[in-house]
């Protein structure tokens, strides 16, 4: 049987800590695995500021899991993701063989961080 | 009688077929180019996209609106 490529983000909630949140990807690599799915790339965006509040919390830890396998993964993976209450929100989409290779991270949307200070160029002082 | 005068207009070029991309959720910088400030889909009359692309366009924002990237509906109008 022709193994299929899936994408699997994971939000999970933002208030958990690093410890917990380690915890957490290995646990939803390890559930991947145990379907007998080939995890092939596991993205971590970090923690981000969500667009609106999902069970009354402002960011999220997003992790994304680029896996291959059978046709009925998603959906016994989600039956287990969608009774993890650390989980505020996950999708999986069918993607193609190019999702394998790893890619640049998406935009974040912190803050830019200013930049150190530079000697301004010299010139006519205005006023 | 005067005479009308058309301004010839710039035609819009896609902005994914430019590039040789595809619309993503996951590049939510690109998305936003695409929502207006109400966080409603641009209409490809205005943006230019291609219908091909604009259908992939649509999937990928309201991917993106279900993981929380992009709001449904901005804050400011809430």
């Known amino acids: ?127 | 009688m005067g005479r009308q005068r058309f301004r010839s207009r710039r035609r819009k070029v896609c902005y994914f077929t430019q590039s040789k991309t595809e619309p993503d959720y996951k590049d939510v910088g690109v998305l936003r180019r695409f929502v207006n400030e109400r966080g409603k889909i641009v209409p490809r009359r205005l943006s230019g996209v291609s219908p091909a692309n604009q259908r992939k366009l649509a999937v990928a924002v309201k991917r993106a609106r279900f993981l929380a990237l992009l709001p449904f509906v901005a804050d400011n109008i809430k």
């Open chain 1, 1 to 127: 049987m022709q193994e299929r490529v899936y994408e699997t983000t994971v939000v999970f909630d933002g208030v958990l800590s690093e410890d917990v949140l380690k915890k957490e990807v290995a646990g939803v690599k390890a559930l991947l695995e145990g379907e007998k799915a080939v995890v092939h790339r596991v993205d971590e965006w970090g923690r981000r500021e969500l667009a609106y509040r999902i069970r009354k919390r402002k960011s999220g830890y997003y992790v994304l899991f680029v896996h291959g396998g059978a046709g009925d993964i998603p959906q016994k993976a989600g039956r287990v993701l969608r009774l993890n209450k650390k989980v505020l929100r996950f999708l999986t989409i069918a993607a193609t063989s190019a999702a394998i290779a790893p890619k640049s991270q998406p935009v974040t949307v912190a803050p830019a961080a200013v930049p150190a200070a530079t000697p301004a160029p010299a010139g006519p002082e205005r006023t």
